[in-house]
């Protein structure tokens, strides 16, 4: 019997998956706790359907991000912060002060995706990475001045 899984079943597989199962466990366990529905030409085609609207937005929201990396890209950032007389930070700059300075350009990016190879903790120029998703990412200059 074919079904359309409405939830994830482990070991059987995931949410929308279309499967050819037993009828016995089909009638006596997938449809009757309500985790599937038996495999209709109309469900079928709504499933397919889905997933290419799916795979249609993942393109776009992509292509977007790569966009986006492609401006970020080589961008300067300037930040002013309290240091002693030798340039040492009070502190170190943080990937949020680095994130409200990126917002103040025009740039929306989450402080949880930029990161520094070491703890900036002098005054000078340094290296910061954006990773957007899972290959897209930019690289940017960090430029620490004292106040």
Request: net charge positive; charged share 30%.
């Amino acid at each position: 019997m074919k079904v359309i899984l409405k939830t994830d079943v482990k070991g059987s597989g995931k949410k929308g998956d279309i499967l050819e199962v037993s009828d016995g466990y089909a009638k006596n366990f997938l449809l009757k706790k309500g985790l599937a529905e038996i495999a209709t030409s109309k469900g079928i085609n709504e499933i397919n359907q889905k997933r290419t609207a799916d795979a249609y937005h993942k393109a776009e929201n992509i292509k977007e991000l790569k966009e986006l990396a492609a401006k970020i890209n080589g961008t300067e950032v300037s930040l002013s912060i309290r240091a002693g007389e030798n340039g040492k930070v009070f502190g170190s700059v943080t990937t949020a002060q680095i994130s409200s300075a990126l917002s103040e350009l025009g740039y929306e990016i989450d402080k949880k995706k930029i990161s520094t190879k070491d703890a900036i903790k002098t005054v000078g120029v340094f290296d910061a990475e954006i990773r957007l998703m899972e290959g897209v990412t930019a690289k940017i200059k960090v430029n620490v001045t004292s106040l």
